[in-house]
C-alpha cells in the first residue's frame, strides 16, 4: 500500500537518512502543525524589526559601528593658510582712443565698420543719420537771416533816432525860438505905435478934432498891442521851460529805446549766428574716420553676467550725443577688469596697500586660453557698482590688474580667469570649513574624543574656499567631524549651514558673504 508522504516528512526522512549515514543516533520523525510555523515566524519578525529599530537609534546617536562608518572625519592639522582671491573678468587695453558720437541730440547708425576690422587713419569707420540735421540747419538758416533783418532794420531805426535829437536841438528848437522873439518883437512894435497913436488921439481930442469915440477906440489898440505882447513872451517862455524839455525826452528816449532795440537784435543775430555754426559743424560729424591706425572694437558694455549695460552698437542701433562707439585700443597695453564682491574687497585693499608701502606689487596670475600670464594689481574702485534688479542688494567692486609685457593673441572682451594672493600664514592650526557649524551667532564644531562626539566653541581667524583658521577651540592632531548636520542629532538645530566660504579676516565667518 503506497504511503504518500508531505513535504515535512520528506524533510524528515532526508534528516533522519543522513544521521544514519554519519553514525549519528537517529532522531524521530514528527509531524509540525500549522500554528506552530506561524508562532515562529512571527517571533522573527517581531525580532527583525526591533533589531532595526535599534540600529537606526545606535546609527542616529553616532555611536554604532554603523553611525562611525557614515560619519567623515579629518584631523586638525597646522600648515600654511593661503587666501587666494579667483576671479574671472574681460580684457581689456590700458590706452583705449573712443570713438564717440559728437552729433548734438544723438542719432542713428545707418553704416559701420565691422568689428575687428584694421583701420589706418582717415579710414571710414561710422556713418550716422544726418537727415534731421539738414532739416534743423535749413531752419536754423531762416531763423538766422530773420534775425540779421532786425538787427539791421533796429540799428537804421537807432540812427535816425539821434538825428531826430540833433534835429530838434540843432533846428526845430532854434527855429522855434526865433518865431516866437519875431512875435514878441512884432508886439512890442505894435505896442508902441498904438501907444504913439493914443497919445496923438488925445492931443486931437482935448483940440476938439476927434469925438470921444475915437478915443476910446484908439485907446482899446493899445490894450490889444499889450495882450499881443504878453502872448507872445508867454509863448517864448513855455516853449523855452516845458516844449524844449518835453520833446527833447520824448526824442532821447526813442533814441535810447532803439540803440537797447539794436543790442537786443545784435545780440540775437549773435545767438543765432552760433546755433547756425554749430550745426554746419555737426555736418562732418555725421561721418567718423579713424584718428588713427588700428583695431576696431565696438563699446559693447557687459557685466560679469555678460548682460548688455547699454544698447547693442550695430547698424539701425540708436547711439546718444557723447556715447562711445567704437574704440581703437593699443594692444600692447592690456589689462584685465573684474567685478570684486564686497566681502573680499577689503582684505585685498590692506594687500595692495602693504604691496604698495613696501614699494612692492600685489601680483596676479592671469590665464587666458590656456595662456599663463603674469600681472599685477593696479587699482580697486572706491565706489560700488551701481545696483542693478540682477545684483539686488549686493555690492561689488571693479577691480583693474594690468598684464605685464605684450603678449601675442590677446583681443579686447576675452575672457581672463586672475588668480590674486591676498594673504598668507605659513604656520597656523586649520579645519576644513564644512567641519564648521554657526550656533547662536557662535561658531562650533564636533570632535571624536575617548569619551565620545564632543562640540567644541571656536574662535576662528582668516578662512579661504576651503580650509579656515582656528585660533581657539582645538588642537593640533584631534579629529573634527566633516558631516556632523548629517550624523549628530545635535547640529541639525543649528542655524542652516553657508552654501559659499568666503575669504575674511580675524574672528569673522569662514562662510560670511
Known amino acids: 500500500m503506497a504511503v504518500e508522504s508531505s513535504p515535512v516528512d520528506e524533510h524528515a526522512a532526508d534528516s533522519v537518512s543522513g544521521s544514519r549515514e554519519s553514525g549519528r543516533p537517529a532522531l524521530r520523525v514528527r509531524r509540525s502543525r500549522p ?19 535599534w540600529a537606526a537609534v545606535w546609527y542616529a546617536g553616532g555611536r554604532g559601528p554603523a553611525g562611525r562608518r557614515d560619519m567623515e572625519t579629518a584631523e586638525v592639522r597646522r600648515g600654511e593658510l593661503a587666501l587666494i582671491l579667483n576671479e574671472e ?28 576690422t584694421q583701420v589706418r587713419k582717415g579710414d571710414k569707420l561710422v556713418e550716422l543719420d544726418a537727415s534731421d540735421l539738414e532739416e534743423k540747419l535749413n531752419q536754423q538758416r531762416i531763423a538766422y537771416e530773420k534775425a540779421r533783418a532786425a538787427m539791421v532794420q533796429s540799428e537804421k531805426d537807432f540812427a535816425a533816432a539821434q538825428t531826430a535829437v540833433q534835429e530838434y536841438l540843432e533846428g526845430t528848437y532854434v527855429q522855434e525860438l526865433l518865431a516866437a522873439e519875431n512875435q514878441i518883437t512884432i508886439a512890442s512894435e505894435n505896442l508902441r505905435s498904438a501907444q504913439n497913436a493914443l497919445e496923438h488921439s488925445e492931443r486931437m481930442f482935448r483940440k476938439g478934432y476927434i469925438s470921444a469915440l475915437d478915443l476910446a477906440s484908439q485907446k482899446f489898440s493899445v490894450e490889444r498891442a499889450k495882450l499881443e505882447l504878453d502872448s507872445a513872451q508867454t509863448a517864448k517862455d513855455v516853449l523855452v521851460r516845458f516844449t524844449k524839455e518835453k520833446t527833447l525826452q520824448e526824442l532821447t528816449s526813442r533814441r535810447d529805446a532803439a540803440e ?19 550745426l554746419e559743424e555737426q555736418v562732418p560729424k555725421a561721418v567718423i574716420t579713424a584718428p588713427a591706425d588700428g583695431m576696431v572694437v565696438y563699446a559693447n558694455e557687459t557685466d560679469r553676467r555678460g548682460q548688455q549695460q ?121 579645519i576644513p570649513v564644512p567641519a564648521v557649524l554657526e550656533m547662536n551667532g557662535e561658531f562650533a564644531c564636533w570632535v571624536e574624543t575617548a569619551n565620545g562626539i564632543e562640540r567644541r566653541q571656536l574662535l576662528l581667524g582668516m578662512s579661504n574656499d576651503q580650509m579656515v583658521e582656528v585660533v581657539d577651540g582645538v588642537a593640533e592632531g584631534e579629529t573634527v567631524v566633516l558631516n556632523p548636520r548629517a550624523t549628530i542629532p545635535e547640529a541639525r538645530r543649528t542655524s542652516p549651514p553657508p552654501a559659499v566660504a568666503e575669504p575674511n579676516q580675524g574672528g569673522a565667518s569662514p562662510a560670511e558673504s
Request: glycine fraction near 10%; charged fraction near 25%; include cysteine.
Open 35 to 53: 500554528w506552530v510555523k506561524r508562532a515562529v515566524i512571527s517571533l522573527v519578525l517581531v525580532a527583525g524589526l526591533a533589531a532595526s529599530g
Open 89 to 116: 573678468g574681460n580684457l581689456e587695453s590700458a590706452v583705449n582712443i573712443d570713438i564717440k558720437c559728437e552729433m548734438v541730440g544723438g542719432s542713428v547708425i545707418l553704416w559701420i565698420v565691422e568689428d575687428g
Open 260 to 278: 537797447a532795440q539794436v543790442a537786443a537784435e545784435e545780440a540775437s543775430f549773435a545767438l543765432e549766428e552760433s546755433r547756425l555754426k554749430r
Open 310 to 430: 547699454q544698447p547693442q552698437i550695430e547698424m539701425g542701433a540708436s547711439v546718444r550725443e557723447r556715447q562711445t562707439i567704437l574704440r581703437l585700443p593699443d594692444l600692447g597695453q592690456m589689462q584685465v577688469r573684474v567685478v570684486v564682491h564686497e566681502s573680499r574687497v577689503e582684505p585685498l585693499g590692506r594687500a595692495l596697500a602693504q604691496a604698495e608701502s613696501s614699494g612692492g606689487e600685489l601680483p596676479v596670475r592671469v590665464e587666458v586660453q590656456g595662456k599663463r600670464l603674469r600681472g599685477r594689481l593696479v587699482s580697486i574702485a572706491n565706489q560700488p557698482m551701481p545696483p542693478d534688479w540682477r545684483t539686488g542688494f549686493v555690492k561689488q567692486y571693479h577691480c583693474i590688474a594690468s598684464i605685464e609685457g605684450a603678449p601675442e593673441g590677446l583681443r579686447p572682451g576675452m575672457t581672463a580667469r586672475c588668480e590674486i594672493l591676498v594673504d598668507r600664514k605659513p604656520d597656523v592650526l586649520m
